[in-house]
């Protein structure tokens, strides 16, 4: 059962918060409701197994390839979408053989996926009951990725985060949160130099995401 929940709320967060990030809320404070009404993180466990395994931005962690390993691998692991080509006579062995999703609906999959998670760390509980997946990981997420290098996708990643998780990070968090985005702030360069179109419309739509924040010293949700 648990499996069969992690999987069709995965295929929700590909298929819908990809392009609909206020829809991550909702459907994350409905997990969160029946793992701790059965107080049994299992469900939770299994949820973020499953992440990890369709988005290792979840971690967060930058896959390099392994000594050997073919490119096909490679995809599969960052989370690719990839088949084979059936139109092709390449040698099942060779990537040419195979038909792999482009950067950017890998990319926008990959935010569905991220703000489900993000989504997860903030939900309400309510009651008394304890909260089993608390606000706590959002920092060390946020943390993470902010001393990471930057690849191409890590401006959208973060604005991403920030949309569903920065400000309840900061009511939970207000000494101590600012100084985390402003490290963000610090860390635009690094992102500005990287050479990649998905990287320089991200961090255009972050660095103005950003200037919002440095005005009202609150972050823009996507929540409607």
């Known amino acids: 059962m648990c499996h069969i929940v992690a999987g069709k709320a995965i295929e929700q967060a590909e298929a819908e918060v990809k392009t609909k990030l206020h829809t991550a809320f909702n459907l994350a404070e409905v997990i969160k409701a029946i793992a701790c009404e059965q107080q049994d993180d299992r469900l939770l466990e299994i949820l973020l197994a499953h992440f990890v395994v369709k988005c290792p931005f979840v971690i967060p962690q930058y896959i390099g390839v392994k000594c050997g390993e073919s490119r096909v691998s490679y995809l599969r692991r960052l989370g690719y979408r990839v088949s084979k080509d059936t139109a092709s006579s390449s040698s099942p062995s060779s990537s040419a053989g195979w038909k792999t999703e482009d950067d950017r609906m890998y990319h926008e999959r990959m935010c569905g996926i991220l703000g489900l998670y993000a989504a997860l760390t903030q939900a309400s509980v309510g009651g008394t009951r304890p909260d089993l997946y608390p606000i706590t990981h959002a920092w060390v997420w946020l943390a993470r990725i902010t001393n990471m290098r930057s690849n191409p996708f890590t401006p959208t990643l973060i604005q991403t985060f920030l949309e569903v998780a920065g400000q309840p990070l900061l009511n939970a968090y207000p000494n101590q949160a600012p100084k985390l985005v402003n490290a963000i702030i610090q ?35 996507a929540r409607q």
């Open 187 to 221: 860390k635009l360069p690094e992102m500005q130099s990287l050479d990649h179109p998905i990287a320089k419309s991200g961090v255009s739509r972050l660095q103005n995401y950003l200037e919002k924040y440095m005005g009202t010293r609150q972050l823009e949700s």
